[in-house]
């Protein structure tokens, strides 16, 4: 029989032999990464926008590639096809974050895959506050439902945007499918429940203060959607 003891021995040394380099090493580029750190919190020297240069930029994006500085006019004609990304505005000498809503962005439903706009898109009034959880955090929105004749239903329009409606009458709140399918993973590999996940998505939008992020709905209709979904899946693979 081969013994495999010293074997293993000599790996687990390797192992903290190259973690110990790893983290000496670190030590030498310390100060180095924080001074990049905090030089990531401040705004550039030039306050012209990337995209226009024509205004003085106050916004940046945390969730766009790249160091993009916007206005907002740039900002919200960036974002059209990117409705939960996160950005932030340079304001009284540090970053906060802003919604694109609060910015003037409107959701639209229904005619942005064949480039037309809904004839009723300049009907301001027809417009409703929604609150969409994505994978990155609770957002809300200001969605502009497709009122031409013969269009599908609002909780239809939202799943043809990979959104799921938790009413089918007068949606207020919708997932997308993406934080839908996510919470199969967390709660199969790391048994979260459905109210921790919420409790989680509501800390990734606001860390300092995830009892004031706004949700129409509780935990509860989260989880009754979810058993919906994984317990038809379970039935139909059965
Ligand atoms: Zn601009
Ligand atoms: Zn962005
Ligand atoms: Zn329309």
């Given at each position: 029989m081969v013994c495999v003891f010293p074997s293993m021995v000599m790996a687990f040394t390797d192992y903290l032999k190259g973690q110990n380099d790893y983290l000496r090493q670190f030590l030498g580029y310390e100060n180095t990464y924080l001074n990049h750190l905090l030089n990531l919190e401040i705004?550039?020297?030039?306050?012209?926008?990337?995209?226009?240069?024509?205004?003085?930029?106050?916004?940046?994006?945390?969730?766009?590639?790249?160091?993009?500085?916007l206005c907002q006019g740039c900002l919200i004609d960036c974002h059209i096809h990117h409705p939960f990304h996160r950005p932030q505005q340079w304001k009284d000498g540090s970053f906060e974050n802003v919604s694109l809503c609060d910015l003037g962005y409107v959701f639209k439903l229904g005619h942005l895959s064949s480039s037309r706009s809904c004839p009723e898109d300049d009907d301001m009034f027809g417009d409703r506050r929604m609150t969409v959880i994505h994978v990155n955090g609770i957002f809300e929105h200001c969605v502009r439902f497709c009122k031409c004749l013969g269009a599908n239903s609002e909780h239809l329009q939202l799943f043809n945007h990979r959104l799921f409606s938790s009413s089918f009458d007068r949606p207020e709140t919708a997932f997308t499918l993406d934080v839908l399918e996510y919470y199969g993973i967390d709660s199969m590999e790391c048994k979260t429940s459905a109210q921790s996940f919420f409790q989680k998505l509501r800390r990734v939008t606001n860390n300092a203060f995830p009892d004031d992020v706004p949700v129409r709905y509780n935990c509860h209709l989260f989880y009754s959607i979810l058993l919906l979904i994984f317990n038809n899946r379970t039935d139909t693979t059965s």
């Open positions: 705004p550039p020297t030039n306050l012209s926008c990337d995209s226009c240069s024509s205004f003085e930029a106050r916004f940046r994006c945390l969730d766009c590639y790249g160091r993009r500085w």
